[in-house]
Antibody, heavy 123, light 108 residues
Framework: QITLEESGPTLVKPTQTLTLTCSYSGFSLDTFGVGVGWLRQSPGEGLDWLALIFWDDDKRYSPSLKNRLSITKDTSKNEVVLTLTDVDPVDAGTYYC???????????????WGQGILVIVSS | EIVLTQSPGTLSLSPGERAILSCRASRRVNSNYIAWYQQKPGQSPRLLIYGAFSTATGIPNRFSGSGSGTEFTLTINSLEPEDFAVYYCQQYGNSPGTFGQGTKLEVK
């Protein structure tokens, strides 16, 4: 059974750094073609793709947030970590991690999702 | 980046009817790499269709995708009560991958 679970702070102050962890099971991020990505959904809004890391450690970032994002993986722990620096209230929302399967290409599709973590940005 | 425009914004139908949702891209999507997701309130998105017409694992066959180039469609035949939700399209043929703004399918 494939699962992904997001963890991290639910409240951060403006200008702080947000660090979120995705713990996954049921698949290997060492498998050719597999990736794990992070996506965000602002309250009442649509979905935005943020970052993606592949089995070979290739990393991709949303151009609009590239300077503030970092994604890493630790396959020994089955974890993917997303870091977002200098957060602003507009960064609030639900953050999802999701698996990009072997049959995917580029930044999609995402076939398994975590339940999401709601992050509030407020002083 | 490619902008995806979904229409209509809201679709009001009754159970048993057919739903046709549209996703238009601002330019051609490479390899027709379009995915469709369903999201219900308080839940994560669920992959329905990938590669424009391939059905994801466990998805009922009343869901189908079609289209190419810049015009794509999700069709849901004979709506079930559990199908009323928000639907998003995503293109992943051109970097960065982008999502449409969603179509809300509501009970008439």
């Amino acid at each position: 059974q494939i699962t992904l679970e997001e963890s991290g702070p639910t409240l951060v102050k403006p200008t702080q750094t947000l660090t979120l962890t995705c713990s996954y099971s049921g698949f290997s991020l060492d498998t050719f073609g597999v990736g794990v990505g992070w996506l965000r959904q602002s309250p009442g809004e649509g979905l935005d793709w943020l970052a993606l890391i592949f089995w070979d450690d290739d990393k991709r970032y949303s151009p609009s947030l590239k300077n503030r994002l970092s994604i890493t993986k630790d396959t020994s722990k089955n974890e993917v970590v997303l870091t977002l620096t200098d957060v602003d209230p507009v960064d609030a929302g639900t953050y999802y991690c999701a698996r990009r399967p072997v049959y995917g290409s580029g930044e999609g599709p995402f076939d398994r999702w975590g339940q999401g973590i709601l992050v509030i940005v407020s002083s | 980046e490619i902008v995806l425009t979904q229409s209509p914004g809201t679709l009001s139908l009754s159970p048993g009817e057919r739903a046709i949702l549209s996703c238009r891209a601002s330019r051609r999507v490479n390899s027709n790499y379009i995915a469709w997701y369903q999201q219900k309130p308080g839940q994560s998105p669920r992959l329905l269709i990938y590669g424009a017409f391939s059905t994801a694992t466990g998805i009922p066959n009343r869901f189908s995708g079609s289209g190419s180039g810049t015009e794509f469609t999700l069709t849901i035949n004979s709506l079930e009560p559990e199908d009323f939700a928000v639907y998003y399209c995503q293109q992943y043929g051109n970097s960065p991958g982008t999502f449409g703004q969603g179509t809300k399918l509501e009970v008439k």
